[in-house]
């Protein structure tokens, strides 16, 4: 049976989110949110001149 093409992007619109979700999980489970949030935090205050 062939696959329509409506099939083939859905099921490539949730290979991708999978694999989105997978990376997120990763950068979460290293620790990467809380760098990124102090990094954030940082630019602004130097941004406004107060760091």
Do not use: P
């Not at 102090?38 to 205050?45: G, H, T």
């Amino acid at each position: 049976m062939k696959k329509t093409t409506q099939q083939k992007r859905i099921l490539l619109q949730t290979g991708l989110l999978a694999l989105a979700v997978l990376f997120m999980a990763v950068g979460w489970a290293k620790g990467e949110v809380q760098m990124v949030l102090e990094k954030s935090v940082n630019i602004c205050l130097e941004c406004i001149g107060i760091g």
